[in-house]
């Protein structure tokens, strides 16, 4: 069983920052992709960010595209997203996850990924 707690949410104005922790712990044998997804009210889950085990490969959602930064520790088991320049409309939980097995290739869509956070609410005032 893998396990992935989110932290690092808060509330923040508009053209703010946030970094976003997710610990992973478990039985996380093998190679594995990290991915970002956000959740907003009345909405899909949907992708933001992934990076590779190695961490040389990131791909991100057009709407976060510089300004959003995906990264992982490995000898930590965590992965970070840094988010700048925020926006009303990056309000959302945001679940980091797992996707096992993969080298090269960043999934986007949810079920790519095996294991999930419980999430974090990102919420961003005007």
């Known amino acids: 069983q893998v396990q992935l707690v989110e932290s690092g949410g808060a509330l923040v104005q508009a053209g703010g920052s946030l970094r976003l922790s997710c610990a992973v712990s478990?039985?996380?044998?093998?190679?594995?992709?990290m991915g970002w997804f956000c959740q907003a009210p009345g909405k899909e889950r949907e992708f933001v960010a992934a990076?590779?085990?190695?961490?040389?490969?990131?791909g991100y959602a057009d709407s976060v595209k510089g300004r959003f930064s995906i990264s992982r520790d490995n000898a930590e088991n965590t992965v970070y997203l840094q988010m700048n320049s925020l926006k009303p409309e990056d309000t959302a939980v945001y679940y980091c996850?797992?996707?096992?097995?993969?080298?090269?290739?960043?999934?986007?869509?949810?079920?790519?990924?095996?294991?999930w956070g419980q999430g974090t609410q990102v919420s961003v005032s005007s």
């Open positions: 996850a797992v996707s096992k097995g993969r080298v090269h290739y960043l999934p986007q869509h949810t079920d790519e990924y095996d294991y």
């Open positions: 478990g039985r996380t044998f093998g190679t594995y992709v």
């Open positions: 990076i590779t085990w190695s961490g040389g490969s990131t």
